[in-house]
């Protein structure tokens, strides 16, 4: 049975346990994006430079109407396509992120919302795991909140453990409104990614590395997201309470 988002009653759980195991989740997510860095041999804060002016002005846009694509698609093929493995959703973005990258940078901008509703998919594919239900509005706003992480090609900053405490003052969003929120975060995320595709000669190699690495950073977000939510609901604990246990957890390895 689905969990609802609250009023679940609360369970034994080793909190010590489980904020470790996701620890470990949000470390792996962090490490991806140097993969995508050594095969282009350059530096993330330098990959936007290298998109066009017009392009850069008009990615906040196109990244909030790929995400209201992305959200229509991946609502509606969850009830024809059952839920994929995390590997297999890996796979098929990384081959998509190759194609996009063989053209360059006009077949990365078609093959964007593409990959977009793929994350999308698999972030929804593991609240379920969780026991939560996709089409419920509150884990619609939470799957898109996901994507509001820094993103794999990004130095941890804080922001990707800020985000997870902030669904309180998103609950009452609406998903247009969420999207205008997550937009802007998600823009910077993706436009590296378009530059990592330009990159000469190696834009294939390119686009199906950092699309590897994008699906297996927004998966293992999901992860630690979703995980948190349920611990949340198992515990009793609040929200941030928890944020703050995994933030000292991840202190003792920095």
Not at 123 to 143: L, N, T
Request: net charge neutral.
């Amino acid at each position: 049975m689905t969990a609802p988002v609250t009023g679940t009653q609360l369970v034994p759980v080793s909190i010590d346990a489980e904020i470790a195991a996701l620890a470990r989740r949000h470390r792996a997510a962090g490490g991806v994006g140097l993969q995508v860095l050594n095969i282009i041999g350059g530096q993330a804060e330098n990959l936007l430079e290298r998109l066009p002016d017009k392009v850069k002005d008009r990615l906040e846009g196109s990244t909030a109407k790929a995400l209201e694509l992305a959200l229509k698609a991946a609502s509606g093929s969850r009830r024809a396509v059952p839920d994929q493995k995390g590997w297999l959703n890996t796979a098929l973005a990384t081959a998509m992120g190759a194609a996009g990258g063989a053209g360059g940078l006009p077949t990365a901008m078609a093959e964007l919302p593409v990959t977009v509703t793929v994350l999308l998919r698999a972030i929804q594919g593991i609240a379920a795991e969780y026991g939560f239900d996709p089409e419920m509005p509150e884990i619609k706003r939470e799957c898109l909140s996901v994507f509001a992480s820094a993103g794999p090609l990004e130095a941890d900053d804080g922001a990707d453990l800020g985000f997870l405490a902030t669904r309180v003052t998103l609950t009452g969003a609406t998903v247009h409104g969420l999207i205008g929120k997550v937009a802007p975060r998600l823009a910077t995320a993706l436009g590296q990614k378009l530059a990592a595709q330009t990159v000469p000669i190696l834009g294939a190699a390119a686009g199906a590395a950092t699309n590897y690495a994008y699906t297996s950073y927004y998966q293992q977000m999901a992860h630690v997201h979703f995980g948190l939510l349920r611990l949340e609901q198992q515990s009793g604990r609040s929200r941030a309470e928890l944020v703050e246990a995994l933030r000292e957890k991840l202190a003792l390895r920095a």
